[in-house]
């Protein structure tokens, strides 16, 4: 099974400012299949970026994804106020596919 | 536009049993791999499992926490998937998602039905 890790567990931000989450994976995500949510309170969780990079439908540019076999980013470029949530990364390249425990982004 | 829509959650006892179903629209059905995903009050999600389609074989896949209690299934010809429940645990209770990829577009997820297993 793969472990997903990720980093920091909690990060405080202002508005404007810029955001890098880190997915870190026990063993080589196969063809890079992973994938990052963001999650507000009583809201199902929302896919942000699919195979390491694509933007889901309807994702603002300021999202962005990289990385490649254990090492994952998230990079949201400027914060908006509506930013602010739990986000959770994915790997779904070998059964079982697993979440990381998530990266909450709070207003500083 | 792709939909998933399930139903069936509600509050059951520990030691009893629950089907959960998900309506699938938008897309066809038969081709697509399947998946469940469950998240508890105040946790991250976890995948539960999927279920291949059936020209791929229909072969299904668990997690451990559930391999034995759960099982996945689905009647493609009434574009529905179905989670079985059995042997329900207190930490069982979750939100039930039911969810599916595809290349363009990525994660698709339900809007979840909650599973309450309580005295």
């Known amino acids: 099974e793969i472990v997903l890790t990720q980093s920091p567990g909690t990060l405080s931000l202002s508005p404007g400012e810029r955001a890098t989450l880190s997915c870190r994976a026990s063993?080589?995500?196969?063809?890079?299949?992973l994938a990052w949510f963001q999650q507000k309170p009583d809201q199902a969780p929302r896919l942000l970026i699919y195979?390491?990079?694509s933007r889901a439908t309807g994702i603002p540019d300021r999202f962005s994804g990289s990385g490649s076999g254990t090492d994952f980013t998230l990079t949201i470029s400027r914060l908006e106020p509506e930013d602010f949530a739990v986000f959770y990364c994915?790997?779904?390249?070998?059964?079982?596919?697993?979440f990381g425990q998530g990266t909450k982004l709070e207003i500083k | 536009e792709l939909q998933l829509v399930e139903s069936g959650g509600g509050l059951v006892k520990p030691g009893g049993s629950l089907r959960i179903s998900c309506a699938a629209s938008?897309?066809?059905?038969?081709?697509?791999?399947m998946s469940w995903v469950r998240q508890a009050p105040g946790k991250g999600p976890e995948w539960l499992g999927l279920?291949?389609?059936?020209?791929?074989?229909?072969?299904?896949k668990y997690a451990a926490p559930v391999e034995g209690r759960f099982t996945i299934s689905r009647d493609d010809s009434k574009n529905t998937l179905y989670l079985e429940m059995n042997s329900l645990k207190t930490e069982d209770t979750a939100v039930y998602y039911c969810?599916?990829?595809?290349?363009?577009?990525?994660?698709?997820w339900g809007q979840g039905t909650l599973v309450t297993v309580s005295t």
């Open positions: 938008g897309f066809t059905f038969s081709d697509a791999w």
């Open positions: 969810t599916t990829y595809r290349p363009v577009g990525g994660w698709y």
């Open positions: 994915q790997q779904y390249g070998s059964s079982p596919y697993t």
């Open positions: 195979g390491a990079s």
């Open positions: 279920i291949a389609r059936k020209i791929g074989g229909g072969a299904s």
């Open positions: 063993q080589s995500v196969t063809n890079n299949y």
